[in-house]
DNA sequence: CGAAATTGTAACTATAATGGTTACAAAATT
DNA sequence: AATTTTGTAACCATTATAGTTACAATTTCG
């Protein structure tokens, strides 16, 4: 369905500055952990910031964090902040008007993508930042430890861990 | 978020069958009523045909017809069907490893996605083909003349519509 | 059998959303 | 004034889907 990973990247940024508190990070720092272009990071900052999620700050001591309580912003907000505008979509093309099914078709399949859609919304509306912060902990410390076993991550920053995170 | 108008076109295309019932349906008319090309519709098909739902036969007398009870028939079949794979998708390129937060991120962001598509799932599992069809039957008769009300669909059959379901 | 109709399928192009890259003006700090 | 970083435009790349043409294989019917 969804070539699209607006989303995941969007609550992984979030997650990110929740994780580093009230000093901005660059979106140099935030590509560095989600691998990819700081312009496409700047983008879709530009649409959580419309969404009023995060505030930015040029200049030499510039970057962004986030404008609201970790704790008090759902997966919802973010989800919202994309105006992805629904899971499912219509016919790209109108129907035949001449059909008794395709007349039709459109308001009762609106129907149940608004259904379905609601169902989503209500998912993503009783998990907060702050729940996928603390759900990211306990893998980087122990869960992770014993699936890899060779010592990459141990709990300390490393490498490049330190170069993104204690900056911050 | 999706382009994608697969599914919505495959519930369109099998509401058709329901409505017309056993007697196959060419994939010309099925493009008329659905305002596409008709290889779409036997690539669609083809893949409706695969997970059960529709037979189809080669010949001058061929077409394609629902291979299972329309009451029976969920839009979760469908869905499946289509082998969408799931609403959202996760990042990309996998996030550094080197930084705490994409370490974990696609771990706790799968479960999410996981939540998000059981919601989806359970819907669309209440929702039957023929659920669809009763449902389009009202707007045809009273909701859509009233809207319209220029006596473009009265109830009959007239023009392609005809050409589309006569034949059936 | 041979003609006609229809599906199955390949090959190609078109469209649209997203992602990636480069470049640079505007803003903020030193 | 110099440096840093965001905001933003412009462009290309990638991918999924849709649309089109063409044709072999299959089935029916004369």
């Not at 009230?22 to 935030?30: G, M």
């Not at 312009?39 to 959580?48: E, G, H, K, N, S």
């Not at 919802?76 to 039709?104: I, K, M, T, W």
């Not at 410390?141 to 890899?148: E, G, P």
Request: overall charge neutral.
């Amino acid at each position: 369905m969804s070539t699209n990973s607006r989303f995941a990247v969007a609550v992984h940024v979030l997650s990110l500055m929740a994780w580093s508190g009230e000093e901005p990070l660059k979106s140099e720092q935030v590509a560095e952990s989600v691998n990819t272009n700081a312009v496409v990071i700047r983008r879709m900052l530009l649409d959580l910031a419309q969404a009023g999620l995060v505030v930015s700050q040029t200049g030499s001591l510039g970057g962004s964090r986030l404008a609201t309580d970790p704790a008090e912003t759902t997966l919802l907000d973010v989800y919202q902040a994309l105006e992805c505008g629904g899971v499912f979509s219509l016919h790209r093309q109108p129907p035949s008007r001449d059909c008794p099914v395709g007349v039709n078709i459109e308001t009762v399949l609106g129907e149940v993508l608004q259904e379905v859609d609601s169902a989503v919304e209500k998912v993503l509306k009783n998990i907060t930042i702050d729940d996928v912060v603390q759900r990211l902990k306990p893998c980087g410390t122990l869960n992770n430890v014993k699936k890899n076993s060779v010592g990459k991550s141990n709990g300390r920053l490393n490498g490049k861990a330190a170069k993104v995170l204690e900056t911050v």
